[in-house]
């Protein structure tokens, strides 16, 4: 079953720029502590590498059976101390649900080691990766994907069919950009250029630049620091 809920935004947080950086800037991520994560590495079938970071707590599992675990799929250069993923932690917590956040490649801190980036429709690194979960974890397996995690999860979904549900109980996406074609203009205009697209770019071209470096004649140096959108 497929559903779709419909944000109500407080009256004092209107529009989509505002209800977008007043979280990130200044929400309340988790009511005690800030998640203590323990890093496992995983080698990819092509050789390379992911890393997870699984969240360390002391919560018991449940007296009817494994407990769940919660993964978490981050957006667009994000990580598992994006804030939004320190909230999904700090939810998991209190639900004595297991946590996991793996990583895009190039999002842990560590550059990966061959020429493949991460993208919006990759679903078979979802695929695979979920696979690994499904193998570690008895229990119930939910998964969520923020933003571009969310379009990959969604795709991922897609493309298995009603099969999805022998590797998962449940998947959801949050602001994931179902129309990437329309997303990407919007993000090259006006406020979106000046803050987010800049943003993004910000940290995207020096992680090309080492890219680079790692893997000469891989794409043109000047026009990617050429690029605005």
């Known amino acids: ?40 590495r995983w080698t990819a079938p092509d050789t390379d590498f992911i890393d997870v970071d699984w969240l360390v707590d002391s919560a018991a599992p449940s007296a009817t059976g494994p407990r769940a675990l919660l993964v978490l799929f981050h957006g667009l250069e994000g990580s598992s101390g994006s804030h939004y993923a320190q909230a999904f932690a700090d939810f998991a917590r209190e639900q004595c649900m297991a946590f996991a956040v793996p990583h895009f490649r190039g999002c842990s801190g560590e550059l ?88 993004f770019l910000n940290t995207m071209k020096p992680k090309a630049l080492r890219k680079l470096e790692q893997h000469p004649g891989l794409f043109d140096r000047e026009a990617m620091l050429q690029a605005r959108d």
């Open 112 to 199: 990966n080691l061959g020429p493949r980036a991460y993208h919006s429709g990759d679903h078979a690194e979802i695929g695979w990766v979920l696979q690994r979960f499904r193998e570690l974890h008895a229990g119930p397996l939910v998964v969520v994907g923020v933003s571009l995690g969310g379009n990959a999860l969604l795709r991922w979904a897609q493309e298995m069919g009603a099969s999805a549900g022998n590797v998962v109980s449940a998947v959801a996406a949050i602001s994931s950009p179902i129309d990437l074609a329309a997303g990407g203009r919007a993000i090259g205009r006006g406020f979106n250029r000046l803050v987010y697209t800049r943003m």
């Open 1 to 40: 079953m497929t559903t779709a809920m419909n944000y109500v935004a407080p009256r004092w947080l209107p529009g989509g720029n505002l209800q977008t950086i007043w979280p990130a800037l200044y929400a309340r991520r988790v009511v005690d502590d800030l998640p203590v994560y323990r890093r496992q």
